[in-house]
């Protein structure tokens, strides 16, 4: 269901324009469930302003898959999906079936889909696939270009100063899978990561973190070796692990449709149980 504002008014105002015999509890269980995009972007703030001529869209209830995986968005080309914390994106020599990308092709009676990122297992939030060689191909010139937007959200151990910066290193893994910034430049790719620090109490800081690049664990080394540690993510000395998992989460991502060029925009909430260290706002 398609609508455009013609006049200035909250979100929460406009979707009582579009459904008038549907509950407020309604609607904002939509925007809770990230069916609401205006102008492209998911938004689930009810306060929102709207003006004259912004589209909202009504998308579809929710597809959930094997895992607790939810479809964010689907078509001939693309799949972007929210994926759990605790489940590989993809094969590795130690597991092959218990995977996001096994999960997509047994779906489809293991139609060819093809991995165009990766998240670690640690790792829960928003990520794709293509579903076509082409797709994939135009994707990943996008990531190698920098045209990819990615905001993660961590919640780190210590307390930082409040603001931004810039981490940049070059990473190498060793034998044992353990990535780590090279002495020798030679021997390592270059890592850019932004980060804002937006809230520190506790010996708790949480962060907003932008890579620049996408090298293998590149979010946790950058902040293991700024001393401060993922909370949870023992693998790269983490002394605390309150919430029994890795404390980071792929919140958003922006890229253009590898075939049509429409600028898609997708962010979901952060994971509940963050609120049990911060008392957190969905952040966009």
């Given at each position: 269901?398609k609508?455009k504002?013609n006049?200035?008014?909250?979100?929460?105002?406009?979707?009582?324009e579009?459904?008038p015999?549907?509950?407020?509890?309604t609607?904002?269980s939509?925007?809770?469930a990230?069916?609401?995009?205006?102008?492209?972007?998911?938004?689930?703030r009810?306060?929102?302003?709207?003006?004259?001529?912004?589209?909202?869209d009504?998308g579809?209830k929710?597809?959930?898959?094997r895992?607790?995986i939810?479809v964010?968005?689907?078509?001939?080309?693309?799949v972007?999906?929210?994926?759990?914390e605790g489940?590989?994106?993809?094969a590795?020599?130690?597991?092959t079936?218990?995977t996001?990308?096994a999960?997509?092709?047994h779906?489809?009676?293991n139609?060819?889909?093809f991995?165009?990122?990766r998240?670690?297992?640690?790792?829960s939030?928003?990520m794709?696939?293509?579903?076509?060689?082409k797709?994939r191909?135009?994707?990943?010139?996008?990531f190698e270009q920098?045209?990819?937007?990615?905001?993660?959200?961590?919640i780190v151990?210590?307390?930082?100063a409040?603001?931004k910066?810039?981490w940049?290193s070059?990473?190498?893994?060793d034998?044992?899978?353990y990535v780590?910034?090279a002495?020798?430049?030679?021997?390592?790719?270059?890592?850019?990561?932004?980060?804002?620090?937006?809230?520190?109490?506790r010996?708790?800081?949480?962060?907003r973190?932008?890579?620049k690049?996408g090298?293998?664990?590149?979010?946790?080394?950058?902040?293991s070796?700024a001393?401060?540690p993922?909370?949870?993510?023992?693998k790269?000395?983490?002394a605390s692990?309150?919430l029994?998992?890795?404390?980071?989460?792929a919140?958003k991502?922006s890229?253009s449709?590898p075939?049509?060029?429409r600028k898609m925009?997708f962010s979901?909430l952060?994971?509940?149980i963050f609120?049990?260290i911060?008392?957190?706002?969905?952040l966009?």
């Amino acid at each position: 269901m398609k609508y455009k504002a013609n006049r200035k008014a909250s979100l929460l105002e406009i979707l009582q324009e579009m459904a008038p015999n549907s509950s407020k509890n309604t609607l904002r269980s939509w925007l809770q469930a990230g069916r609401i995009t205006v102008d492209n972007q998911c938004n689930t703030r009810a306060n929102t302003e709207i003006l004259s001529g912004q589209e909202i869209d009504l998308g579809p209830k929710a597809i959930f898959l094997r895992r607790a995986i939810r479809v964010l968005h689907e078509d001939d080309a693309i799949v972007v999906l929210e994926k759990p914390e605790g489940l590989l994106s993809v094969a590795t020599d130690f597991e092959t079936q218990a995977t996001v990308h096994a999960i997509l092709k047994h779906r489809f009676h293991n139609r060819r889909v093809f991995p165009v990122h990766r998240l670690d297992r640690e790792t829960s939030g928003v990520m794709m696939f293509a579903y076509t060689e082409k797709a994939r191909d135009l994707l990943k010139a996008q990531f190698e270009q920098h045209l990819v937007d990615k905001t993660y959200f961590a919640i780190v151990e210590g307390e930082m100063a409040l603001g931004k910066g810039v981490w940049e290193s070059f990473l190498e893994e060793d034998d044992f899978y353990y990535v780590k910034s090279a002495r020798d430049r030679r021997n390592g790719k270059l890592a850019i990561t932004h980060y804002e620090v937006l809230k520190a109490c506790r010996n708790r800081s949480f962060l907003r973190l932008n890579p620049k690049t996408g090298r293998k664990n590149q979010l946790r080394v950058h902040c293991s070796e700024a001393g401060h540690p993922i909370v949870g993510d023992k693998k790269y000395r983490a002394a605390s692990n309150p919430l029994k998992r890795v404390c980071l989460h792929a919140q958003k991502i922006s890229f253009s449709h590898p075939l049509t060029q429409r600028k898609m925009v997708f962010s979901i909430l952060l994971p509940e149980i963050f609120n049990k260290i911060f008392e957190l706002k969905n952040l966009k």
